[in-house]
Nanobody, 128 residues
């Protein structure tokens, strides 16, 4: 059975960028090429939503909330779907998943994206 492995998440500050990757495992190449693929996300306390679609026809589609900031792409030879995320906002904080669109398969573990308004800070240690 096909399995998706997401990676690339992390913690960034508002305005930052991340690039997510999703590798389809145990899926033959011809199936992947013909598959409409999507990136989904689930924020705390909210339902999972489809935010970006990459169709086998090479067309793409985006939810209004990410349009103009996120870009979905795919490398069929590598059976991999990417999501370039720019101008990240705290509202983008969620676990991000990929999956087929027309025939949902088993969900992967996802990759956590955390966007904070504050920077991560820097530790200062003074010793005598």
């Amino acid at each position: 059975q096909a399995q998706f492995v997401e990676s690339g998440g992390g913690s960034v500050q508002s305005g930052g960028s991340l690039r997510l990757s999703c590798k389809a495992q145990r899926m033959i190449l011809s199936t992947f090429i013909s598959e409409d693929m999507g990136w989904y996300r689930q924020a705390p306390g909210k339902q999972r939503e489809l935010i970006a679609s990459s169709f086998a026809s090479r067309n793409t589609n985006y939810a209004d909330s990410v349009k103009g900031r996120f870009t979905i792409s795919r490398d069929n030879g590598r059976r991999t779907v990417y999501l370039q995320m720019n101008s990240l906002e705290p509202e983008d904080t969620a676990v991000y998943y990929c999956n087929s669109i027309n025939t949902l398969r088993s969900w992967g573990r996802g990759t956590q994206v955390t966007v904070s308004s504050w920077g991560q800070g820097t530790q200062v240690t003074v010793s005598s």
